[in-house]
């Protein structure tokens, strides 16, 4: 089935405890992305990857880091977590036109 | 740049009876539109999507949206909600050239059906 997965669906964590959401996608899909979902924002990108090692900051970078070392993994790290990170995360691929989304991470920062 | 306004954050609506939910963009260049919907707990799904051509498209579960370039909206109807269309529904634009990898997403409007 193709599919994007991310891990863990849920985390909590507290402030400055270094932390990997992974992503995974099985339609070789070049373009990876990351979201955040915040009540009354909609979804704001964080990073794009156009490629192996092609990686861009989106809309709200501070704080995230990613790495695309194989075209299936696009995981997102923040290295000292804060509050104001706590979110709803998605990962996407994408073929041409269409999006296709993660079932999110529920992440809290303590 | 392209920024999306999703008009209504809440739609209540009785079961049955027609739903309309608003969006409008703005942007420098040509867009593509998307719709997307979020059931609770879950991701987001493609809805519909205006690429080019008709301006009145159909999407799954008897959704239409009709692009209109002069009033720069894309809304979103279906003539009858069951309580299953509950859910949170997201229009977003891509820019035309390229591809709609670079998404920008309204605030949301969360359409509630009613018994």
């Known amino acids: 089935e193709a599919q994007v997965t991310q891990n863990p669906r849920y985390l909590i964590t507290v402030t400055g405890k270094k932390l990997t959401v992974t992503c995974s996608q099985n339609m070789n899909h070049e373009y990876m992305s990351w979201y955040r979902q915040d009540p009354g924002l909609g979804l704001r990108q964080i990073y794009y990857?156009?490629?192996?090692?092609?990686?861009d900051k989106g809309d709200v970078p501070e704080g995230y880091k990613v790495s695309r070392k194989e075209k299936r993994n696009f995981p997102l790290i923040l290295e000292s977590p804060s509050p104001n990170q706590t979110s709803l995360y998605f990962c996407a691929s994408s073929l041409l036109n269409e999006q296709f989304f993660g079932p999110g991470t529920r992440l809290t920062v303590l | 740049a392209q920024s999306v306004t999703q008009l209504d954050s809440q739609v209540p609506v009785f079961e049955e009876a027609p739903v309309e939910l608003r969006c409008n963009y703005s942007?420098?260049?040509?867009?593509?539109l998307f719709w997307y919907v979020q059931y609770p707990n879950q991701g987001l799904q493609l809805l519909l999507k205006y690429l080019s051509g008709s301006t009145l498209v159909k999407g799954i579960n008897g959704f239409e949206a009709e692009f209109n370039k002069s009033q720069t909206s894309f809304h979103l109807r279906k003539p009858s909600v069951h309580i299953s269309d509950t859910a949170e529904y997201f229009c977003a634009a891509g820019p035309f050239s390229g591809s709609a990898r670079q998404l920008t997403f309204g605030s949301g409007t969360q359409l509630t059906v009613l018994p």
């Open positions: 990857s156009m490629n192996v090692e092609v990686t």
């Open positions: 942007s420098s260049v040509s867009v593509y």
